[in-house]
C-alpha cells in the first residue's frame, strides 16, 4: 500500500485564530465559558473543548448576563451582537477575517441599493450569519436550480456573494448561471472563497488520478471537507469522509491500493497521523508527502484578546 499524504491539509489560519483565542480566553476568564455555536465545524475538537468546561449554545440567551461568550469563527450576525450587548456579555469575537470580509460587502452592496444573491448552504452558520448583515436585501441560491427559480426583476440591482467554503468548481457553476440570467450583476473585488478552500480542493484534485481510495478527516457538518470528498467522488473515486482513525473500515481498502489522505480546514493534523499509523501497521502502507501549494497566512487574535494581553 502507498499513502499520498496532500499538502495543504488541515487547519486553516482562520480555524488556527479560533482555537488559539478559545485556548488563550480559558487560561484568563476559566470556565464556564460559552461559545455562540461550534467553535469550528468539527466533532473531536468540540468534544474536547466540551471536557475542558466550554459550553457551546444555538441562542445567546443561553449565555448568562454578564458571562462571557466568543463568536465562532462562522461569525455572526448584528442582532446577535446587539443582543449580546443588551444583556453586558463579555464577547470575543473570533470570525475567520476571511468571513468578516463578507459580511463588509453585503453591508457595502445593501447601501448602495443592490439586492444580494448569495450562493451558500441554508442553514449553515456562515450563511446564517452573512444574510443577517442585509436580511431585507438578500436571497439565498444554493444551486443552479435555484438561480433559474429566481424571480428578480430583470433590471434589478444585482449583486451575488459566495458563502467561503463552497466547491470553486460547483460555485462557478452557479455564478455563470447568474451571469446568463442576470448579464449586469456585479460581484466582490475579489473571490469569496477562501484561500484555503480553494489550496485544499486544488491539492486534492491535482494528485487524486494516482489514488484508488480517498480518506478526507473532517466532520459530517463540516462544508470544505464534504467538498473535499465530493470532487474526488466526482471523477470516480471512492472517498470516506470521517472524523477519526476508530471508523475506518478494513474492508474499504485492498493491500495494493494507493490512498489518498487529506483533511478539511477544521480537522486536527493527530487524526490525520492516527490514520497513516493504522494502515502502516494494518497494511505495511508506505508514505509519500506530496506538496501541491505553499501556505503562509494567519491571522492576529480578536481585538478583545490582543488588548487583555
Not at 461568550?69 to 450587548?85: E, M, Y
Not at 474526488?232 to 474499504?252: C, F, M, N, P, Q
Not at 493504522?278 to 501541491?292: D, N
Request: charged share 25%.
Amino acid at each position: 500500500m502507498k499513502i499520498i499524504l496532500a499538502n495543504p491539509r488541515g487547519f486553516c489560519a482562520g480555524v488556527n485564530m479560533a482555537i488559539e483565542s478559545l485556548e488563550k480566553a480559558l487560561t484568563k476568564f476559566g470556565s464556564p465559558l460559552y461559545v455562540y455555536h461550534e467553535i469550528v465545524h468539527n466533532r473531536p475538537i468540540v468534544e474536547r473543548f466540551r471536557g475542558r468546561g466550554v459550553v457551546f449554545v444555538d441562542d445567546i440567551s443561553e449565555v448568562p448576563n454578564g458571562g462571557t461568550v466568543l463568536f465562532s469563527a462562522h461569525g455572526v450576525s448584528p442582532v446577535i451582537r446587539k443582543h449580546s450587548a443588551e444583556r453586558n456579555l463579555r464577547a470575543i469575537d473570533a470570525t475567520c477575517p476571511l468571513v468578516t470580509k463578507v459580511h463588509n460587502e453585503a453591508v457595502r452592496f445593501a447601501r448602495d441599493g443592490f439586492t444580494i444573491v448569495l450562493v451558500g448552504h441554508e442553514g449553515h452558520d456562515e450563511v446564517i450569519g452573512t444574510m443577517g448583515e442585509a436580511p431585507a436585501n438578500m436571497v439565498l441560491v444554493e444551486d443552479v436550480e435555484d438561480v433559474q427559480a429566481l424571480t428578480l426583476p430583470a433590471d434589478a440591482k444585482l449583486a451575488f456573494l459566495t458563502q467561503t467554503t463552497l466547491s470553486v468548481d460547483e460555485a462557478k457553476v452557479v455564478i455563470d448561471a447568474l451571469r446568463v440570467r442576470y448579464p449586469h450583476i456585479v460581484g466582490p473585488h475579489k473571490d469569496d472563497i477562501c484561500y484555503a478552500t480553494q489550496n485544499r480542493q486544488e491539492a486534492v484534485r491535482d494528485i487524486v488520478p494516482e489514488a484508488n481510495v480517498v480518506l478526507v478527516l473532517g466532520s459530517q457538518n463540516s462544508s470544505n471537507s464534504q467538498r473535499l470528498a465530493e470532487l474526488a467522488r466526482s471523477v470516480g473515486k471512492t472517498a470516506y469522509l470521517i472524523d477519526r482513525v476508530t471508523e475506518l473500515h478494513d474492508d474499504w481498502f485492498k493491500p495494493t491500493d494507493t490512498v489518498l489522505i487529506t483533511a478539511g480546514a477544521s480537522a486536527p493534523e493527530d487524526h490525520v497521523q492516527d490514520c497513516v499509523e493504522y494502515l502502516r501497521t494494518k497494511f505495511g502502507a508506505e508514505v509519500e508527502s506530496r506538496v501541491v501549494r505553499e501556505e503562509h497566512v494567519s491571522f492576529p487574535l480578536p481585538r478583545e484578546l490582543r488588548v487583555l494581553a
